[in-house]
């Protein structure tokens, strides 16, 4: 089925099942490689988009559930205003070691800052919990965008209970996108 979905500010029309997740979409559809694979199970963040503004896991998100919502990618961030700055500061602090989660990582950040320009610890641990980083580049984070501190919320232990995947993604969990 024909899908048009509005990602970084462009119309994109993809012929896909309504189940495929969105990060399937952007990854193996559209050659947008930037949101990466990680747990396919919304448990590490490295997929994390944003949908209206709001932070996103991408690997859950079924196609059909878009809609004619804006979609927002780490490829289209730094044409916000906040992003940018994010973006700046990220690379200022040199804050990624192997990099994969840190798309995810700024995500997770500018949606914070442009709801919440002025985070308090706990909307930091909040909106930055969720976003795990295998190489603990947390310091850094918390040095970058904030001049704040995360606490020590955030979690390094990710779960791969089968349980935990939803009905509908058991078919693409044994399938990394490309
Ligand atoms: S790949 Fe989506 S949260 Fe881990
Ligand atoms: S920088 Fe390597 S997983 Fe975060």
């Given amino acids: 089925m024909a899908y048009t979905i509005k990602v970084n500010g462009k119309p994109r029309t993809v012929d896909v099942e309504g189940d495929t997740p969105l990060l399937w979409v952007l990854?193996?559809?559209?050659?947008?490689?930037?949101?990466?694979?990680?747990?396919?199970?919304?448990?590490?963040?490295?997929?994390?988009?944003?949908?209206?503004?709001?932070?996103?896991?991408?690997?859950?998100?079924?196609?059909?559930?878009?809609?004619?919502?804006?979609?927002?990618?780490?490829?289209?961030?730094?044409?916000?205003?906040?992003g940018k700055k994010v973006q700046a500061a990220w690379t200022e602090i040199d804050v990624p070691q192997c990099g994969y989660c840190q798309a995810g990582q700024i995500m997770s950040a500018t949606a914070l800052l442009?709801?919440?320009p002025k985070p308090t610890d706990a909307?930091?641990?909040?909106?930055?919990?969720?976003?795990?980083?295998?190489?603990?580049?947390?310091?850094?984070?918390?040095?970058?965008?904030?001049?704040s501190r995360l606490s020590g919320a955030v979690a390094f232990g990710v779960s791969r209970s089968s349980s935990m995947i939803r009905?509908?993604?058991?078919?693409?969990?044994?399938?990394?996108?490309?």
């Fill in 114 to 116: 442009t709801k919440t």
């Fill in 123 to 147: 909307d930091i641990d909040a909106a930055m919990q969720g976003n795990i980083c295998r190489c603990a580049t947390y310091g850094r984070i918390r040095a970058a965008p904030w001049g």
């Fill in 27 to 82: 990854r193996d559809v559209l050659d947008m490689k930037g949101s990466k694979f990680g747990c396919g199970m919304a448990l590490c963040g490295a997929c994390t988009v944003h949908i209206d503004g709001q932070a996103t896991r991408s690997c859950v998100t079924p196609i059909s559930a878009v809609g004619a919502a804006s979609v927002t990618t780490i490829e289209g961030v730094g044409a916000t205003p906040v």
């Fill in 167 to 178: 009905p509908s993604y058991r078919r693409w969990a044994g399938r990394r996108p490309s």
